[in-house]
């Protein structure tokens, strides 16, 4: 499949940025023909606090926070900027529940509340599952929706999805640059600028570009974005609004270090396993670009209608050695494999909301009633050759891998798979007295998938699979006064065969696997709605995983189940005396109740360990974090933070243990009129230690980021 579809994309996305410059000087100069009007100057609001009331991502509305049943954690713009965060595993830190995964060195990826949750990125309500590195300059919160979420959003969301909310047009003139430099050779300059056209029109465009080093050997990122935005009010009930993103992204594919004797390897963190000549051999490069057009209209009080289509590009060009291979006790060697793979992209949604509110029977009632129509054109080609060498588990010494010959190349197959999905779902926000709330909904999914395959070789038959499914949801709402909230709730969603890969011969005939979720909890607000306190305990479900067939090892078959019974408590907001406070806990009991399934030791000599028993892969049963700064006047502030992580395993075979730390992080600041000034000081006390690992290998372990410091100065206009 040739990405000439892309590249018309990247076009459009650039040619609406110059369109857009052309339409400001337009408005600008016919307005200024008509009338000279005052200066109107509306900065964003850069200290709301780090307490949010309101989320989107919940039931496709503003509802309250208070008035959801069921756990959704939000990263505010001002905590991401406090923290210094360029990364999504930077801004998820905050989020108790959340485990990290090294998503192969290409990826953002983690696990939630014990499961993987590799396919359950979206960006404003709009599925985002393509495998890249998400730029966070565009982005002006984060939420985190706990739990089966199929209700609204289809398939995937076992322990939850991420939600990233971007940046719109305002009404008004503004805009800044930030200039970020620090430790490894960061570089990295960001800008946000806002005008308004006229009174009906509003344009925004965000970017950034960064070249910097690493801490790790060979280590390098070089990404750039740019994404344009124009907002259009026809009338105070008509409102348009058209968003471009076109993003770049190369960087070493880096898989981390090996095990041995049941811990990560101790070697220094810099310590790479790859290429001797990494920038050639072992780079990842990504390509993203996006248009999206959201359409709302208010017919009257009671009824109002939103569509919103967004079409997307995505290609992928990987390479990487990896010491995924067993490691020798003998000769304390770790054999490495070698791979190239290829990912190619495109496809697009679309969402159509009718909200109705009413009072049926005398009760106050919100109704939400969609649709949703998506395909998805994924083609793939993995090529990898298992063991091409062995090197020094201690000393790799930078060993350059022979290059894989044209028939290894020719063994991975490419396969072209196509993805359409339509759903149907309704949703009802009731209030039943003052005190008590309800939320209902359920959703209908027709999901297919068809996979064709290529290669010079013997082809194989296409495959092809339907599922139709139905996701419900209820939760019930007690407030007995406007600052408690409890709630208990019920949610259900489903995984399909492949999901978002292709679809292979041993799982074609599967039926989904489905996720339940029982939680009860509380959401308490203090000092005026400026602090808020949560607590969820619940029980999660996945049953009919895909597992060995005792009798057929080559076939799967639905008996497989994983449990996690958990807590979690956050409190954030704003308290007197000038602070700022984010903190949380995760309790998480993840157990796999049934398996089928073994998996090799990682070293000599190679047992088959069975899974049925063991705790989930990256999910420690404890963990928790703070974040607190303080004004001091004169716009001057301070702060610094705590996280922690209990024990995790490596894997599912829980051969390797990833010990638990405690880091701490240390920030000033400086924020004028003009001027922004932060320092961040990051592992202040230079903890050794293991962030995230591949979740599903014991060798492929990555370690944290050593004492970094960095600096970034906001220009304001």
């Known amino acids: 499949m040739?990405?000439?579809?892309?590249?018309?994309?990247?076009?459009?996305?650039?040619?609406?940025?110059?369109?857009?410059?052309?339409?400001?000087?337009?408005?600008?100069?016919?307005?200024?023909?008509?009338?000279?009007?005052?200066?109107?100057?509306?900065?964003?609001?850069?200290?709301?606090?780090?307490?949010s009331a309101v989320s989107t991502s919940a039931t496709k509305s503003s509802a309250t926070l208070r008035d959801v049943p069921q756990t959704v954690n939000v990263i505010p713009e001002q905590l991401i900027r406090d923290q210094g965060a360029r990364s999504m595993q930077d801004v998820l830190r905050n989020v108790p529940g959340v485990g990290m995964s090294s998503g192969d060195g290409q990826r953002d990826q983690v696990t939630i509340r014990g499961f993987s949750a590799i396919s359950d990125q979206f960006i404003d309500g709009i599925r985002d599952d393509a495998m890249y590195y998400r730029d966070l300059s565009n982005i002006e919160r984060v939420e985190v929706l706990k739990g089966p979420a199929a209700v609204l959003y289809g398939r995937g969301s076992s322990g939850g999805l991420i939600n990233r909310v971007t940046k719109k047009p305002q009404a008004g003139d503004f805009g800044e640059v930030t200039v970020t430099l620090g430790s490894n050779d960061l570089k990295r300059t960001s800008f946000d600028v806002n005008n308004s056209l006229n009174e009906n029109v509003d344009l925004r465009v965000t970017g950034a570009y960064e070249d910097s080093g690493s801490f790790r050997d060979q280590g390098f990122v070089e990404r750039?974005?740019?994404?344009?935005?124009?907002?259009?009010?026809?009338?105070?009930?008509?409102?348009?609004?058209?968003?471009?993103e076109f993003a770049k992204d190369k960087r070493v594919t880096d898989f981390g270090i090996p095990s041995f004797n049941g811990k990560p390897v101790d070697v220094p963190i810099s310590t790479y396993y790859g290429s001797g000549n990494a920038r050639r051999d072992d780079y990842t490069a990504t390509e993203n670009a996006s248009l999206t057009a959201a359409f709302d209209h208010r017919f009257n009080?009671?009824?109002?209608v939103r569509n919103v289509t967004r079409y997307y590009t995505y290609e992928l060009d990987r390479n990487?050695?990896?010491?995924?291979?067993?490691?020798?006790?003998?000769?304390?060697?770790?054999?490495?494999?070698?791979?190239?793979?290829?990912?190619?992209?495109?496809?697009?949604?679309?969402?159509?909301d009718f909200t109705y509110k009413n009072a049926l029977g005398g009760l106050k009632q919100e109704w939400l009633f969609g649709m949703e129509v998506g395909k998805q054109n994924k083609f793939q080609q993995f090529s990898n050759k298992a063991n091409i060498d062995?090197?020094?588990?201690?000393?790799?010494?930078?060993?350059?891998?022979?290059?894989?010959?044209?028939?290894?190349?020719?063994?991975?197959?490419?396969?072209?798979?196509?993805?359409?999905?339509?759903?149907?779902?309704?949703?009802?926000?009731?209030?039943?007295?003052?005190?008590?709330?309800?939320?209902?909904?359920?959703?209908?999914?027709?999901?297919?998938?068809d996979t064709h395959f290529g290669g010079a070789a013997t082809i194989p038959a296409p495959l092809s699979r339907t599922d139709k499914t139905w996701s419900p949801r209820a939760g019930l709402v007690w407030q007995p006064s406007e600052t408690a909230s409890y709630y208990v709730s019920y949610s259900k969603s489903y995984q399909p065969s492949g999901e978002s890969f292709a679809l292979a011969a041993n799982?074609?005939?599967?039926?989904?696997?489905?996720?339940?979720?029982?939680?009860?909890?509380?959401?308490?607000?203090?000092?005026?709605?400026?602090?808020?306190?949560?607590?969820?305990?619940?029980?999660?479900?996945?049953?009919?995983?895909?597992?060995?067939?005792?009798?057929?090892?080559?076939?799967?078959?639905?008996?497989g189940e994983q449990r996690t019974n958990g807590l979690e408590l956050t409190a954030s907001g704003r308290l007197s005396h000038g602070w700022d406070i984010s903190t949380g806990y995760a309790y998480l009991d993840g157990r796999i109740t049934k398996s089928n399934s073994k998996q090799a030791s990682p070293q000599t000599p190679?047992?088959?360990?069975?899974?049925?028993?063991?705790?989930?892969?990256?999910?420690?049963?404890?963990?928790?974090?703070?974040?607190?700064?303080?004004?001091l006047g004169s716009g001057f502030s301070a702060g610094g933070g705590l996280n922690y992580s209990a024990d995790r395993f490596a894997s599912q075979s829980n051969a390797v243990v990833l010990p638990g730390y405690l880091t701490a992080d240390l920030a000033a600041y400086y924020r004028s009129k003009r001027y922004d000034v932060a320092v961040n000081l990051k592992n202040v006390t230079d903890k050794k230690y293991i962030v995230s690992a591949h979740g599903s290998n014991d060798n492929l372990l990555m370690p944290g980021a050593p004492r970094e410091i960095q600096v970034a100065l906001t220009y304001k206009f």
């Open 390 to 449: 062995r090197v020094s588990i201690f000393n790799p010494g930078g060993v350059v891998p022979r290059a894989l010959t044209a028939a290894e190349i020719a063994a991975g197959r490419p396969a072209d798979s196509v993805f359409k999905v339509l759903g149907f779902y309704a949703q009802d926000q009731i209030a039943l007295t003052p005190e008590w709330k309800a939320l209902l909904g359920i959703r209908h999914d027709t999901f297919k998938q």
């Open 507 to 559: 799982n074609t005939d599967n039926e989904p696997e489905q996720t339940e979720n029982r939680e009860i909890g509380t959401k308490l607000d203090f000092l005026d709605g400026a602090f808020s306190v949560t607590g969820a305990l619940f029980n999660l479900v996945r049953s009919d995983i895909k597992t060995i067939d005792p009798a057929n090892t080559t076939v799967l078959i639905n008996v």
């Open 606 to 631: 190679v047992v088959q360990i069975a899974l049925e028993g063991n705790r989930p892969s990256l999910t420690p049963k404890h963990s928790a974090f703070v974040w607190a700064v303080k004004q």
């Open 2 to 51: 040739k990405f000439y579809k892309k590249r018309s994309l990247v076009a459009a996305v650039l040619a609406a940025v110059s369109s857009m410059t052309v339409f400001a000087e337009e408005q600008k100069t016919t307005e200024a023909d008509a009338v000279t009007l005052p200066e109107v100057k509306v900065q964003g609001n850069k200290d709301a606090g780090y307490s």
């Open 224 to 244: 750039s974005s740019i994404a344009p935005s124009l907002s259009i009010k026809f009338t105070e009930d008509t409102k348009l609004l058209v968003q471009g």
């Open 301 to 304: 009080d009671a009824l109002s």
């Open 320 to 352: 990487n050695t990896l010491p995924g291979g067993t490691v020798d006790t003998a000769t304390l060697t770790v054999g490495r494999s070698r791979g190239q793979v290829t990912r190619e992209e495109d496809g697009y949604f679309n969402q159509t």
